[in-house]
């Protein structure tokens, strides 16, 4: 495995996380949600995400890059989004273990995630690393004043 270090994310790495999120967006989630979601999802429009969530956002550094992020917000592990060439490096276990370790040090005991239910490398990866399915979960989106209803899972620690 490449070493990974973790740091908080900074106005600067807006665009390299916006290009991660995108690409990862569509891999795991086109064809799984509402084609309008699909649509809105542009690259322009992660860019301005991106930007927004920055106090949001640990990056996982390899090799001086930017190869992954997660957001965490409240109890639950918002986003886990790896580039391609850093996917099955163990990069996204370091992600998800410091998204963990910031929503139980915030407070809250129960960390939980929801995925889109046909994401199946995302659901493989989350159950491989401890996590389990507590049911289904319909994900509000509202883009633009149009909301879409995304099937996902609801998943927690196993314990
Ligand atoms: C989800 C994600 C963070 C996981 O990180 P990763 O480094 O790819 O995860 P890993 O390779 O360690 O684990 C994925 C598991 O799925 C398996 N897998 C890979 N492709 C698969 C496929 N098409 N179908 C089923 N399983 C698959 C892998 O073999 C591995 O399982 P194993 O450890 O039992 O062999 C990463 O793939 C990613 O960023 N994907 C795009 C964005 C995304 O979907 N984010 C999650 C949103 S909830």
Do not use: K
Request: with cysteine.
């Amino acid at each position: 495995m490449v070493g990974a270090v973790v740091r908080a994310a900074t106005p600067g790495d807006a665009d390299t996380i916006a290009e991660i999120w995108h690409t990862g967006w569509h891999d795991g989630h086109a064809a799984h949600v509402p084609d309008g979601l699909t649509r809105a999802r542009t690259r322009e429009a992660f860019g301005v995400r991106a930007r927004a969530r920055v106090p949001q956002t640990t990056v996982a550094v390899v090799g001086g890059e930017v190869a992954g992020f997660v957001m965490v917000v409240g109890d639950e592990v918002e986003q886990l989004f790896v580039a391609p060439e850093h996917r099955g490096t163990g990069v996204a276990d370091v992600l998800l273990a410091e998204g963990e370790r910031q929503v139980t040090a915030a407070g809250h005991p129960e960390p939980w995630l929801a995925v889109v239910e046909g994401n199946v490398r995302a659901r493989r990866f989350y159950e491989r690393c401890g996590w389990r399915d507590a049911g289904p979960l319909p994900y509000e989106v509202t883009v633009d004043g149009e909301t879409f209803v995304s099937p996902c899972r609801r998943y927690v620690r196993a314990g």
